[in-house]
């Protein structure tokens, strides 16, 4: 089994900053892209960045120049820094990987439980 465990929200006024965290574990063979998406109540999920196992990235452009995502696998975790916060980028924020669980078979996107990140004054 493969878990996702998110970390990092919470409550940040205009202007300010968060580093959201993600830590894969379990039957993990191999990490391949990763990514982070955000929803908030009656909208779909939507991608805000994604990095792939060689570090190519790509963002939403609605947070292109203030969020960064960056992986380490060493410790199989997944980091996106949020930067000058806006109130719409209030939402709750879920980390997806790509993972291999066994040598020779195909890879899964898993979901993490989500954290919310609320941007107010």
């Known amino acids: 089994q493969v878990q996702l465990v998110e970390s990092g929200g919470g409550l940040v006024q205009p202007g300010g900053s968060l580093r959201l965290s993600c830590a894969a574990s379990g039957s993990i063979y191999t990490l391949r892209t990763m990514a982070w998406y955000r929803q908030v109540p009656g909208a779909e999920r939507e991608l805000v960045a994604r990095i792939t196992p060689h570090n190519n990235t790509n963002y939403d452009d609605s947070v292109k120049a203030r969020f960064t995502i960056s992986r380490d696998d060493t410790k199989k975790t997944v980091y996106l820094q949020m930067n000058s916060l806006k109130p719409e980028d209030t939402a709750v924020y879920y980390c997806?990987?790509?993972?291999?669980?066994?040598?020779?078979?195909?890879?899964?996107?898993?979901w993490g439980q989500g954290t919310q990140v609320t941007v107010s004054s």
């Open positions: 997806n990987a790509d993972i291999v669980s066994l040598p020779l078979s195909v890879g899964r996107f898993y």
